[in-house]
């Protein structure tokens, strides 16, 4: 039975020094051995919450003990993501400096709400905010604010866009201002986020308009043209533009110059999505993924996809950030004392009040990597999905689905030589002349997927490009080397072979 004195305050601090030492070796030892461990669970859903107490614990426990259950219940029931073998999604991945960085920050607790609530948070996240907008060499206009996912960020910049367009709907809401109906314009390829923030800002699902892809899955900026002039005609009022660079199943890049002509032409809004992309502008031979953003009026950088930070961290970037200002400054009496004119309260620059300071993590990370070690770590991933990507090409049973963008390679299988020719398929890509023998290869492209999934061995994902299946993998962690993704290569051949 604890005592009165030990049920107050905190841990006593030679137990918490103790605990930390065995946390260190914990955190060591699961870094270590990460790529002998199962990349994922092929538990039935609801077998972790099966396997746990589900009463709310009424006394305290050691930390021992839960740490033994960590062990025991939730590490088996991950998938992995930052294992050498998870090629899934982007690959993102954390690194020793992110873990150290993300330890650091939990002890100091801080609200970055305000310049008041904590200068040190407030000013590192102006600086980390300007490393990146330098390496992307965006002019200084640009200021920037740190959130946790780039779904949010582009409903901000939206909102901005918004208030530009009708400026009493922050007052007086869409209908009250009279505001026309709104149509924002995004390729066939971009992200989901645009839909979710026309829901938030009462834009409307439907009036997030998908503007057909060329042959490279990048956006076809006649057809945009043509339906800004029909949407015109129909007294809707175009809005913005999504320009995404680096899309989420194939890495295209939307021409970002061509777009910005259109939004200046027809006084649009230009929001460059470069959630996954922009990282890799840091690359001095990948310059031209950034051609055209100093036209843009917001831009999305995840350094959580491609600079090494780990979950959440986001940055929008807007021209001029006193216009995110102007929508979302709000101050309540009981914070009036706590802001200090002239400096930055981030509290302003959106919904957020409570803040996370996520900017030392940051700051960790790219001390201890430096622009180059990051560059040199982006230029492997890429080096390694094109590697793969020959091995996928110098193999007859199967295909590239899209050409090879960034950290990520879209490759299908197409069975023997016969069944491509009896499928129709060329050397361009997934096309059909057809539908059943496509049909079946869209099955045993997902089977492969499953299999290898649920074999724990190794994690890649599938999309629909054309919509046909296809499988993909993205090139995004740090311990992957040659050696692992030509193993899951081999499980890939091996699988496609007991499949088909
Ligand atoms: C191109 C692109 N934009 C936006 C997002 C959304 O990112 P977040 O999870 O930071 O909201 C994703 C997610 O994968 C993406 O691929």
Redesign the pocket.
């Known amino acids: 039975m604890m005592s009165n004195k030990q049920t107050l305050g905190d841990t006593p601090p030679e137990e918490f020094r103790r605990q930390l030492h065995e946390l260190a070796d914990w955190v060591a030892d699961f870094r270590q051995n990460l790529g002998s461990l199962k990349v994922a669970p092929d538990d039935k859903p609801g077998a972790i919450l099966s396997a746990l107490h589900t009463a709310p614990p009424e006394k305290g426990e050691a930390f021992d003990q839960i740490l033994s259950d960590i062990d025991r219940f939730i590490v088996p029931g991950m998938v992995h993501w930052s294992h050498p073998m998870f090629l899934g ?2 690959g993102w991945t954390t690194t020793a400096p992110a873990i150290l960085g993300e330890i650091i920050t939990a002890p100091l607790n801080v609200n970055a709400m305000t310049w008041r609530t904590c200068p040190a948070a407030t000013e590192l996240e102006t600086l980390v905010i300007d490393w990146i907008r330098q390496w992307m060499d965006l002019p200084s206009k640009f200021g920037g604010v740190v959130y ?7 409903m901000h910049a939206l909102a901005v866009a918004r208030e530009e367009a009708a400026p009493s709907v922050r007052k007086r809401g869409l209908i009250g201002a009279g505001a026309p109906i709104f149509r924002i314009y995004a390729s066939d390829q ?4 645009a839909e979710k923030a026309a829901i938030a800002l009462g834009f409307g699902e439907e009036n997030v308009q998908r503007v057909p892809t060329d042959a490279e899955f990048r956006i076809n900026t006649n057809t945009l043209r043509e339906m800004i002039a029909r949407d015109v005609r129909d007294n809707l009022k175009p809005l913005a533009v999504i320009a ?5 199943s194939t890495a295209s890049v939307d021409p970002v110059p061509e777009i910005a002509r259109i939004c200046r032409e027809s006084k649009m809004w230009l929001h460059v ?5 922009a990282g890799f502008g840091i690359l001095p031979e990948n310059k031209s993924l950034t051609n055209g953003w100093s036209e843009a009026d917001s831009i ?1 950088v ?1 350094p ?2 491609s600079l090494f930070v780990p ?2 961290f ?1 940055v929008l970037y807007v021209r001029n950030l006193e216009r995110l200002r102007d929508v979302f400054t709000l101050v309540p009496e009981y914070l009036r004392g706590d802001t200090v004119d002239a400096q930055k309260n981030y509290m302003d620059y959106g919904i957020q009040l409570g803040r996370r300071f996520r900017a030392l993590k940051a700051w960790v990370i790219f001390r201890n990597f430096g622009r180059e070690g990051m560059a040199a770590r982006l230029r492997e991933y890429i080096r390694l999905a094109n590697l793969f990507a020959d091995w996928v090409k110098s193999d007859n049973r199967f295909e590239l689905a899209a050409p090879v963008n960034l950290g990520v390679v879209c490759f299908r299988f197409v069975g023997t030589s016969m069944n491509k020719a009896v499928a129709g398929i060329d050397d361009a890509g997934v096309g059909s002349t057809s539908p059943a023998i496509e049909e079946k290869l869209d099955r045993l492209n997902s089977e492969i997927v499953e299999r290898i999934n649920a074999s724990g061995r190794a994690y890649l994902t599938q999309t629909k490009l054309r919509g046909r299946t296809v499988m993909r993998i993205g090139l995004g962690n740090v311990l992957t080397t040659e050696n692992h993704l030509h193993e899951v290569w081999e499980m890939i051949l091996k699988t496609a072979n007991t499949v088909s």
């Open positions: 999604y982007f946790d996912t780039a779904s949010v960020g582009v971009a992200h989901s986020s995404t660079v680096g899309t989420t999505d470069g959630a996954y992309g999305v995840n959580h996809k979950l959440d986001s």
